[in-house]
């Protein structure tokens, strides 16, 4: 099986757990993305009822998750219902909600909206539901092929969020979000008429053919719900065909992306610390969580810090060099995880590292011991050689003349006081007890000479 139809295998059953899962709750209140990849053909249907659209939404939902188009789906209905945010129990009410979704053609054509349809367009009116099937629980549902090919193919599309389209209940307002969702990267809608604009939900009153009267019964109050209850923030402006004219006959919307990090901590406070380490730890884009959001089904929690700690990890290796948020998405759309035997691998390198690191630290110790050790007791012999050098000094000033003149013969007569005397490059014959201790080098070791003088004399 191909990694995409796993994924979209994965898809379904995820999406029939948290049906399970939520037991009793209307799928609106998910905290987690249900949704498709929907063809832009699809935004400009007339006609078609809030319950009709919520139905086509579930069924089309369905087909797309399939890794091929199928003759007959076949689900619980329940699930069906659930997907639609039916909660009605009234089955012949459902039966003309499915009935009107049977009714409802779209039409496909290449003729520019600025004139008339010629013989050469390519145009073509195509049912958006066929048959449908209720018994024992079960739905079974045909989509016509030209609308299969559209579902699955490879033409422009957007995201379709069931979470959200099940949030409405003004049929003008999902019919307006349905329609500017493909604009939303672009920002803005092309001019649409307003005539055409008011078939969107079928027929309305004919007060609604004014626009004093249609803008506040129905155009104001849907903007305010797409953008109390969507992911976009909605405006738009009018305009009348000429300068001359105050007929408003025109509209346009303008439109932009909610902050997604927003949008998805309001619907799921669970994931709070998690969605925030994306933003501020590792830098998402707007257009990054977008991705996120599309995905956040079959992307969980679980997920999601699984491909964190996974970045993380390649980051502690120096493996990613170039953009961590970038690396992250990549983790997470191919769901790398760190195995069990990197993990061991790593933490024995790091118990290694370790280790030799308190070998080193050891010998650094003993080697700062021992240089203090020596550096003590060269400490103390250098003081213990001053002490000797002053008391040598002290026992020469308080000797007699005699005794001093003969101390500085015996220096002078004396191996260490010819070496030094030379060294100094002084003469024996201009030292004397009067002036020996002038000299600060000699009389250093003058002092200490006469200390050793004094030493053998105790002895005696």
């Known amino acids: 099986m191909s990694e995409e139809s796993g994924r979209r295998t994965t898809t379904v059953q995820m999406s029939l757990g948290l049906f399970e899962e939520m037991s009793g709750q209307p799928i609106n209140e998910s905290t987690r993305e249900i949704g498709f990849q929907r063809n832009n053909v699809f935004v400009a249907i007339n006609g078609l009822g809030l319950s009709s659209r919520r139905f086509i939404d579930a069924a089309y939902f369905i087909a797309a998750q399939e890794p091929a188009p199928r003759d007959t789906y076949d689900v619980d209905l329940n699930y069906f219902k659930w997907l639609m945010r039916y909660e009605s129990r009234n089955v012949r009410h459902l039966q003309s909600v499915i009935k009107e979704a049977q009714r409802v053609l779209i039409e496909v054509t290449d003729t520019p909206p600025d004139r008339a349809p010629s013989e050469d367009d390519q145009w073509i009116s195509e049912q958006l539901m066929g048959s449908v099937k209720i018994g024992k629980g079960r739905i079974q549902f045909r989509i016509p092929p030209l609308?299969?090919?559209?579902?699955?193919?490879?033409?422009?599309?957007?995201?379709?969020?069931?979470?959200?389209?099940?949030?409405?209940?003004?049929?003008?307002?999902?019919?307006?979000?349905?329609?500017?969702?493909?604009?939303?990267?672009?920002?803005?809608?092309?001019?649409?008429?307003?005539?055409?604009?008011?078939?969107?939900?079928?027929?309305?009153?004919?007060?609604?053919?004014?626009?004093?009267?249609?803008?506040?019964?129905?155009?104001?109050?849907?903007?305010?719900?797409i953008n109390e209850l969507s992911d976009i923030d909605l405006s738009y402006e009018t305009r009348a065909d000429s300068e001359t004219s105050r007929k408003i006959n025109k509209i346009r919307f303008r439109?932009?992306?909610?902050?997604?990090?927003?949008?998805?901590?309001?619907?799921?406070?669970?994931?709070?610390?998690?969605?925030?380490?994306?933003?501020?730890?590792?830098?998402?884009?707007?257009?990054?969580?977008?991705?996120?959001?599309?995905?956040?089904?079959?992307?969980?929690?679980?997920?999601?810090?699984?491909?964190?700690?996974?970045?993380?990890?390649?980051?502690?290796?120096?493996?990613?060099?170039?953009?961590?948020?970038?690396?992250?998405?990549?983790?997470?759309?191919?769901?790398?995880?760190?195995?069990?035997?990197?993990?061991?691998?790593?933490?024995?390198?790091?118990?290694?590292?370790?280790?030799?690191?308190?070998?080193?630290?050891?010998?650094?110790?003993?080697?700062?011991?021992?240089?203090?050790?020596?550096?003590?007791?060269?400490?103390?012999?250098?003081?213990?050689?001053?002490?000797?050098?002053?008391?040598?000094?002290?026992?020469?000033?308080?000797?007699?003349?005699?005794?001093?003149?003969?101390?500085?013969?015996?220096?002078?007569a004396s191996q260490a006081g010819k070496l030094m005397l030379r060294r100094l490059k002084l003469e024996a014959g201009a030292l004397s007890d009067a002036n020996i201790l002038n000299h600060s080098d000699l009389s250093w070791y003058f002092g200490q000479f006469v200390y050793g003088k004094m030493k053998q004399l105790a002895v005696q």
């Open 147 to 225: 609308m299969l090919r559209h579902i699955t193919g490879p033409d422009k599309h957007h995201w379709l969020n069931l979470c959200i389209t099940a949030s409405f209940s003004q049929t003008y307002a999902r019919a307006i979000y349905d329609y500017v969702l493909p604009f939303v990267v672009a920002g803005l809608t092309d001019w649409i008429e307003l005539d055409v604009m008011r078939r969107w939900p079928g027929k309305l009153g004919t007060s609604a053919s004014e626009f004093k009267h249609f803008r506040p019964k129905y155009l104001d109050p849907a903007v305010r719900q």
């Open 255 to 412: 439109m932009k992306r909610k902050d997604t990090v927003a949008a998805l901590l309001s619907r799921q406070p669970d994931a709070h610390d998690l969605l925030l380490t994306l933003k501020e730890e590792f830098g998402l884009s707007n257009k990054q969580f977008d991705v996120i959001a599309e995905h956040r089904m079959s992307w969980t929690d679980e997920r999601i810090q699984q491909a964190i700690e996974y970045t993380r990890f390649r980051l502690n290796q120096g493996k990613v060099t170039k953009s961590p948020a970038g690396y992250l998405m990549k983790a997470l759309s191919h769901n790398w995880q760190v195995s069990e035997a990197e993990r061991k691998m790593v933490a024995i390198q790091s118990e290694l590292a370790v280790a030799a690191t308190a070998q080193e630290s050891a010998r650094t110790v003993a080697t700062t011991a021992v240089k203090q050790s020596i550096a003590a007791r060269d400490e103390e012999a250098r003081s213990q050689r001053n002490e000797e050098v002053k008391q040598g000094r002290e026992h020469f000033e308080s000797a007699d003349e005699k005794t001093r003149k003969e101390l500085v013969r015996l220096y002078i």
